[in-house]
């Protein structure tokens, strides 16, 4: 709480407030599990029953929002914190958790109303629950993380299919890993079980809506348009990426690697009996540590096959694991780790702040309370000066401007939408013949001036399979809409502008003089 206090008071950002909040907001005020102010894309309602519950408690504000989703990374790292411990010992929970809370991704995460780290915490302890074989703490606790997001059945399916493959190899000797032996075929029910639950809310969905996985649009976007196969190798390429790679996970993944290639430490036992040292620091069972992979891998697999859109928040509920192997296997094999430890946390508290150089998602360090910060002052800017205007701009700021319990604006404006700020959507706009007297245009895509991912064919690739495009200057929108800047920000290579079209406005459309 104390490290987000500056970021409590943001209004909603991006997919909070073009969907969750919204969704969030419709429960809240009608009890309805179906979004009525915006499309439904079938998510589980969980998380925004949580929202409204605390709205209806506390009252509705960003504030409550913010520290109702810090309760949830709360609950998610103490989920982790007792995985960590079963797995190997507290010294391990305690470095995972530390590098866990402050993981860039995780960090910006913490406070923003997605579903993502509450299907981490909650299929955290339905890990714990399985390593001590609590059969109905399992099935409720993965039952309820699939009712958070439906992705969070892959962890379940992943553990039964897992089960099913050493029952299969029970009489080999390189395939007798499985944690338990007896009743196994118990544990694979209650493992299937747990999609009872999520089939339930699909019904009901269906009986309102008419769709099963969400409006057809979102169904296309998600699972029909990823199934080309040269998509799904990028795509699996990208979430390896996430998973041992970004955001300062290429420095765990390197020290571990590392560490593997030293001898295991005496353990504390040892040396206190100053005995011969016959006795080394314990690892993660191998078992155990498979159970682990089984769940990365079926993340890093199924992610890559459906999801539009890939985000880094979707691996939330497995970075945290290889966290963890990462911090046991530096405890084990190297004497000054908690230097180690210090020193990745150090790292990642500078991702915080520092952006890479390529194109990534505001959301996934402070990038976003820039963002957010930017839209406020033109926002504000608007509002002051043409609050009777009709506005030309892009998704989210068109939310932004029409619904003001997102917290830019205090009243609606009238606005005209266009699809982003590349070159078609703003030629088109300049020859339409619907009318508008302003224009907000912003950055939606982090672009660095010295972009490393810049490769022409690599580009050609985003564009084409991944909804990659590059937001024009605001100087040359202004061109080609036939309008002058009157106003403009930038946050390193973030930026937003308002646009007044160059022809006669009504007097109580012309600024006032300040």
């Given at each position: 709480m104390a490290l987000h206090t500056p970021l409590l008071r943001l209004p909603f950002f991006w997919d909070e407030a073009g969907y969750y909040i919204p969704a969030a907001h419709d429960l809240f005020l009608t009890g309805s599990l179906i979004p009525q102010s915006t499309v439904s894309n079938a998510h589980p309602?969980?998380?925004?029953?949580?929202?409204?519950?605390?709205?209806?408690?506390?009252?509705?504000?960003?504030?409550?929002?913010r520290m109702a989703m810090l309760a949830v990374a709360a609950f998610t790292l103490t989920g982790l914190y007792r995985l960590a411990e079963r797995a190997n010992n507290p010294s391990v929970a305690i470095g995972?958790?530390?590098?866990?809370?402050?993981?860039?991704?995780?960090?910006?995460?913490?406070?923003?109303?997605?579903?993502?780290?509450?299907?981490?915490?909650?299929?955290?302890?339905?890990?714990?629950?399985?390593?001590?074989?609590?059969?109905?703490?399992?099935?409720?606790?993965?039952?309820?993380?699939?009712l958070a997001k439906e992705t969070a059945i892959l962890a379940p399916f992943a553990l039964a299919a897992w089960e099913c493959a050493g029952?299969?190899?029970?009489?080999?000797?390189?395939?007798?890993?499985?944690?338990?032996?007896?009743?196994?075929?118990?544990?694979?029910?209650?493992?299937?079980?747990?999609?009872?639950?999520l089939a339930a809310w699909f019904a009901h969905h269906y009986s309102k809506t008419g769709f099963v996985f969400g409006?057809?649009?979102?169904?296309?976007?998600?699972?029909?348009?990823?199934?080309?196969?040269?998509?799904?190798?990028?795509?699996?390429?990208?979430?390896?990426?996430?998973?041992?790679?970004?955001?300062?996970?290429?420095?765990?993944?390197?020290?571990?690697?590392?560490?593997?290639?030293?001898?295991?430490?005496?353990?504390?036992?040892?040396?206190?009996?100053?005995?011969d040292d016959s006795e080394t620091?314990?690892?993660?069972?191998?078992?155990?540590?498979?159970?682990?992979?089984?769940?990365?891998?079926?993340?890093?697999?199924?992610?890559?096959?459906?999801?539009?859109?890939?985000?880094?928040?979707?691996?939330?509920?497995?970075?945290?694991?290889?966290?963890?192997?990462?911090?046991?296997?530096?405890?084990?094999?190297?004497?000054?780790?908690?230097?180690i430890v210090g020193g990745l946390a150090a790292l990642?508290?500078?991702?915080?702040?520092?952006?890479?150089?390529?194109?990534?998602?505001?959301?996934?360090?402070?990038a976003y309370r820039d963002y957010v910060q930017l839209h406020q002052v033109g926002a504000s800017y608007l509002e002051t000066r043409?609050?009777?205007?009709?506005?030309?701009?892009?998704?989210?700021?068109?939310?932004?401007?029409?619904?003001?319990w997102l917290g830019y604006v205090h009243q609606p404006m009238h606005l005209v939408r266009i699809e982003n700020f590349s070159l078609e959507p703003v030629q088109a706009a300049a020859s339409s013949s619907t009318p508008y007297d302003v224009a907000l245009v912003f950055s939606t895509k982090y672009e660095p001036v010295m972009n490393v991912a810049s490769w022409p064919p690599?580009?050609?690739?985003?564009?084409?399979?991944?909804?990659?495009?590059?937001?024009?200057?605001?100087?040359?929108?202004?061109?080609?809409?036939?309008?002058r800047i009157v106003m403009q920000e930038h946050r390193g290579a973030q930026w937003i502008a308002v646009l007044v079209i160059e022809r006669p406005v009504d007097a109580e459309l012309r600024p006032p003089a300040l």
């Amino acid at each position: 709480m104390a490290l987000h206090t500056p970021l409590l008071r943001l209004p909603f950002f991006w997919d909070e407030a073009g969907y969750y909040i919204p969704a969030a907001h419709d429960l809240f005020l009608t009890g309805s599990l179906i979004p009525q102010s915006t499309v439904s894309n079938a998510h589980p309602p969980l998380v925004l029953g949580w929202l409204a519950l605390c709205w209806r408690v506390f009252g509705y504000s960003t504030v409550v929002a913010r520290m109702a989703m810090l309760a949830v990374a709360a609950f998610t790292l103490t989920g982790l914190y007792r995985l960590a411990e079963r797995a190997n010992n507290p010294s391990v929970a305690i470095g995972t958790v530390l590098l866990t809370a402050l993981y860039p991704v995780f960090f910006a995460q913490s406070s923003l109303a997605h579903m993502d780290l509450a299907v981490a915490g909650l299929t955290f302890w339905g890990l714990h629950a399985y390593l001590h074989d609590r059969r109905w703490a399992m099935f409720f606790w993965f039952s309820i993380a699939a009712l958070a997001k439906e992705t969070a059945i892959l962890a379940p399916f992943a553990l039964a299919a897992w089960e099913c493959a050493g029952y299969l190899f029970r009489s080999s000797k390189w395939w007798k890993l499985r944690l338990f032996s007896e009743q196994n075929f118990a544990r694979i029910a209650v493992l299937a079980a747990t999609a009872i639950p999520l089939a339930a809310w699909f019904a009901h969905h269906y009986s309102k809506t008419g769709f099963v996985f969400g409006n057809p649009e979102f169904f296309r976007y998600n699972v029909q348009a990823t199934a080309h196969p040269v998509r799904i190798v990028f795509a699996l390429l990208g979430r390896l990426w996430q998973t041992f790679v970004y955001m300062g996970m290429w420095a765990v993944t390197a020290v571990t690697v590392y560490a593997m290639s030293r001898p295991a430490l005496a353990s504390e036992l040892s040396k206190s009996e100053q005995a011969d040292d016959s006795e080394t620091r314990t690892r993660i069972r191998i078992p155990v540590q498979l159970v682990f992979a089984v769940v990365i891998l079926t993340y890093v697999g199924a992610l890559s096959v459906i999801g539009g859109a890939v985000l880094s928040r979707y691996m939330l509920p497995v970075v945290p694991l290889v966290i963890m192997i990462g911090v046991s296997t530096i405890w084990r094999r190297l004497a000054f780790w908690k230097w180690i430890v210090g020193g990745l946390a150090a790292l990642f508290v500078l991702g915080w702040f520092w952006n890479p150089p390529f194109t990534f998602p505001f959301e996934d360090n402070l990038a976003y309370r820039d963002y957010v910060q930017l839209h406020q002052v033109g926002a504000s800017y608007l509002e002051t000066r043409y609050p009777n205007a009709r506005v030309l701009t892009a998704w989210p700021a068109s939310d932004e401007l029409n619904r003001p319990w997102l917290g830019y604006v205090h009243q609606p404006m009238h606005l005209v939408r266009i699809e982003n700020f590349s070159l078609e959507p703003v030629q088109a706009a300049a020859s339409s013949s619907t009318p508008y007297d302003v224009a907000l245009v912003f950055s939606t895509k982090y672009e660095p001036v010295m972009n490393v991912a810049s490769w022409p064919p690599w580009v050609r690739l985003r564009t084409r399979f991944f909804d990659y495009h590059r937001d024009l200057p605001p100087e040359v929108i202004a061109q080609m809409l036939g309008a002058r800047i009157v106003m403009q920000e930038h946050r390193g290579a973030q930026w937003i502008a308002v646009l007044v079209i160059e022809r006669p406005v009504d007097a109580e459309l012309r600024p006032p003089a300040l």
